[in-house]
């Protein structure tokens, strides 16, 4: 009898993770293991500066800067799409599509 009480809390309390789940829970967790995925293709960016459009080299403190601010808006649409999700918003979906464009994830 013992023994079943771990998995009867774990059916319980997967019963309500499920049942809080949002609109969007999916596809944000998809999207969220697609981009921690070991040698992940799906990366946050930016969009193309006006610097690289006119042939500037980039040096390696631009390429880092670019980076942290690719993964800060990242982390920051992610979190905006959590947080419609947990509120059961359906605007979470234009979300999640902004956030698939930043990953590069169809």
């Given at each position: 009898m013992l023994r079943s009480l771990p998995v009867?809390?774990?059916?319980l309390g997967l019963g309500t993770?499920?049942?809080?789940?949002?609109?969007?829970?999916?596809e944000?967790?998809?999207?969220?293991?697609?981009?921690n995925?070991?040698?992940?293709?799906?990366?946050?960016?930016?969009?193309?500066?006006?610097?690289?459009q006119i042939d500037r080299q980039?040096?390696?403190s631009s390429i880092a800067r670019a980076e942290q601010e690719a993964t800060a808006n990242y982390k920051a649409v992610l979190?905006?799409?959590?947080t419609l999700?947990?509120?059961?918003?359906?605007?979470?979906?234009?979300v999640v599509k902004e956030l698939k464009d930043l990953v590069g994830l169809q």
């Open positions: 009867i809390g774990l059916m993770a499920l049942a809080h789940a949002g609109p969007c829970t999916q944000i967790q998809r999207i969220e293991k697609a981009v995925a070991p040698n992940s293709p799906y990366t946050p960016t930016l969009p193309q500066s006006i610097g690289a980039p040096t390696p979190s905006r799409a959590q999700d947990n509120q059961n918003n359906p605007e979470c979906q234009k």
